[in-house]
């Protein structure tokens, strides 16, 4: 089990890194997906691998497993996932009001309308 | 009376649900935003005057004990670090209500959310929770940042937020192997346990006490991780960059925590980990600091660059770890931030009396108060650049003062010398062309541009600030020393957390 839960957090990590050095914002989101995954499996492993334990106190349970990790892994879940959703709509406005989803270019130093800047 | 250290993210926290239900009034909103925001200034004075009778103290959240719940810890860092907070908000409130705060939705909320989540990162004994306050921060940041609209926002906030999201994924590897290997993330807890690491275990927290130092250092824009901050912080409403001055010493103060306390000199096979890497990266800092002001175009690029250049000098002092240098890096802290706000809400008030040539570094017709906005850039240009009388001269002469008998000081010394000269020509440079040259242009601008002195009052508070920073040095100075001494002796934060677990931990250690 440990082979595999370490190749398995190997692997998406490799996976996410490649996909985030891409240069269209697709794939970078891919990329920040996979890596998050990675790090929930990862956070997951630090309370260490054991088969059937339960995480709270129950009567006629011998031995627990960690339950700090399996909260960790519970905020993190929610905050890449939340974030996940901010960068996908950040990425379709840019490219809707760009044309371009090239996450390299440099940023246009476009003419701000003029109601833009603050007249004080 | 230790309840009241949960103040500082309570309000705010309290203040942004509220504001959310009076969005229809935006009148109303602005008015209880600010109301909120001087709450805030008032409660971070009252913290700061519990922490500087010297003791340690701990908020246990849910009065959980110490190991296993979260607590809150107040002590002379963490208190300055939320009234540096406090005050600098209130500044950046007064002028974001001018008109900025109108621009898009829900400016007042993030604002809030934004203040809690520093305020909180501040406050924090517990590195997960640390985690946490980076993401409220970070969120709140990333709805400011893209206030406005606009597709320069929306490139530059796709950049901001992936490489967030990407720190914010070694932050949970780091998190997980530190935990893997210590069984805890109490930052009090783990610095008593980190030196019991077995020795098999070690290279796997050298591992994860470096990863957690390369988050830190994305957030306090320590080169070769500052490549985000000229294009996010250029991009940003000049209120939200006027605020993120002090975000950049959120990363700062998280270096500075987590390697005296954690791995400093007790950290075991992780002591003083991060030191080697620090002073390199530093001047390099500095240097690419310094060549950014030389090549801006743009004020509000050369004012980025310049914050760039300020956390370079402020890490210098920060990678000896000792009290004097850590008092100097709290000094030059205090007043960066200051005068990095300071020059963001300038570079506005310049870029919105100047018509279309907005904040670009060529000679337009005078623009309206030129004289008094002029005064106000030269003071703030003085200190920044560290030319005496103001608070970056003291701040520069004690970094210069605290590295002399280090061993690469005349690495330091020549870097940071040579440097301040280029910042000093940038910003010559840029006054010159912005106040002087602009003499010679024949014309007006048109549209005229309305020109209030009333508005420049937030610019000024934040820069009479730094005059009162150097009229009080004496005393801030005494005071940031008690604080660097707290610091390298972490055992009183470790006994205010752990209480009698300490004593206890400490009588086996001996036995």
């Keep these: 089990m440990e082979v595999l839960i370490a190749s398995a957090i190997g692997v998406l990590s490799a996976a996410g890194i490649y996909l985030i050095l891409r240069q269209r914002s697709f794939p970078v989101i891919i990329g920040m997906t996979f890596l ?33 990790p399996q909260a960790l892994v519970l905020t993190a879940i929610v905050i890449s996932f939340g974030m996940t959703a901010l960068i996908v709509v950040l990425a379709l406005r840019g490219y809707l ?24 | 009376m230790s309840s009241w250290i949960v103040a500082p993210i309570i309000l705010p926290a309290m203040a942004a649900a509220l504001l959310l239900l009076l969005r229809r009034s935006p009148n109303l909103q602005r008015q209880v935003s600010l109301a909120a925001t001087a709450l805030l200034c008032l409660s971070s004075i009252r913290v700061f005057m519990l922490a500087i009778e010297g003791d340690v103290l701990s908020y246990r959240l849910g009065d959980w004990p110490a190991p296993f719940g979260i607590v809150l810890v107040l002590d002379r860092l963490s208190a300055t670090m939320v009234l540096l907070s406090g005050v600098l908000s209130s500044a950046v409130m007064l002028h974001a209500i001018r008109g900025w705060d109108e621009k898009g939705h829900h400016f007042h909320p993030l604002f809030q959310f934004q203040l809690m989540g520093i305020n909180g990162a501040f406050l924090t004994g517990d590195v997960f929770n640390l985690f946490v306050f980076f993401e409220v921060m970070l969120i709140a940041s990333y709805g400011l940042l893209l206030h406005g609209g606009g597709p320069r926002r929306l490139g530059a906030g796709f950049q901001y937020v992936a490489i967030n999201l990407l720190g914010s994924t070694l932050f949970l590897f780091a998190v997980g192997i530190i935990y893997g290997v210590t069984g805890t993330l109490n930052m009090a807890d783990l610095a008593g346990k980190v030196s019991q690491v077995a020795a098999g275990d070690a ?3 050298r591992t994860g006490a470096l990863l957690l130092f390369l988050v830190f250092a994305l957030k306090a824009a320590l080169v070769p991780l500052h490549w985000w901050l000229p294009t996010a912080y250029a991009a940003a409403p000049a209120p939200v960059a006027a605020l993120f001055a002090i975000m950049t010493k959120v990363g700062a103060y998280a270096i500075i925590r987590v390697f005296t306390l954690v791995f400093g000199a007790e950290g075991g096979a992780a002591a003083f980990i991060a030191a080697p890497w620090i ?11 310094a060549i950014g002001v030389l090549a801006s175009r743009v004020l509000v690029d050369l004012v980025c660059f310049a914050v760039v250049w300020s956390m370079g000098s402020l890490l210098v002092a920060v990678s000896l770890f000792d009290a004097r240098s850590l008092t100097a890096a709290l000094y030059y802290t205090l007043h960066s931030t200051l005068i990095g706000g300071a020059l963001f809400l300038l570079s506005d008030l310049i870029a919105c009396r100047r018509g279309r040539w907005r904040d670009d570094l060529e000679p337009s017709p005078v623009m309206a108060n030129a004289a008094i906005l002029g005064g106000l850039f030269f003071l703030a240009a003085i200190a920044m650049s560290g030319l005496p009388p103001l608070s970056g001269f003291i701040g520069k002469l004690m970094i210069l003062d605290a590295t002399r008998g280090s061993d690469s000081a005349g690495w330091i010394w020549s870097v940071v010398l040579a440097t301040s000269l280029l910042v000093i020509i940038g910003f010559s440079r840029a006054g010159t062309m912005l106040f002087w040259k602009s003499e010679a242009v024949a014309g007006t601008l048109a549209p005229p541009a309305p020109a209030r002195v009333a508005s420049l ?39 205010a957390v752990l209480g009698g677990l300490a004593e206890a931990q400490r009588a086996t250690e001996v036995r």
């Design chain 1, 36 to 68: 998050s995954y990675a790090v929930n499996v990862f956070l997951f492993a630090m309370g260490r691998l054991t088969v059937d334990r339960p995480p709270i106190i129950s009567s006629g349970a011998a031995a627990y497993a960690d339950p700090l």
């Design chain 1, 97 to 120: 009001e760009t044309g371009s989803d090239r996450v390299d270019e440099g940023i246009p130093k476009l003419p701000e309308p003029a109601e833009e800047r603050l007249t004080s």
């Design chain 2, 203 to 205: 290279a796997l927290l």
């Design chain 2, 279 to 289: 002073l390199p990266a530093a001047l390099t800092t500095l240097a690419i600091g």
């Design chain 2, 457 to 495: 009052a937030p610019a000024a508070v934040l820069i009479l600030g730094t005059a009162l920073l150097s009229l009080g040095a004496g005393p801030v100075t005494r005071h940031l020393e008690a604080t660097a001494q707290q610091l390298v002796t972490p055992r009183s934060y470790m006994d």
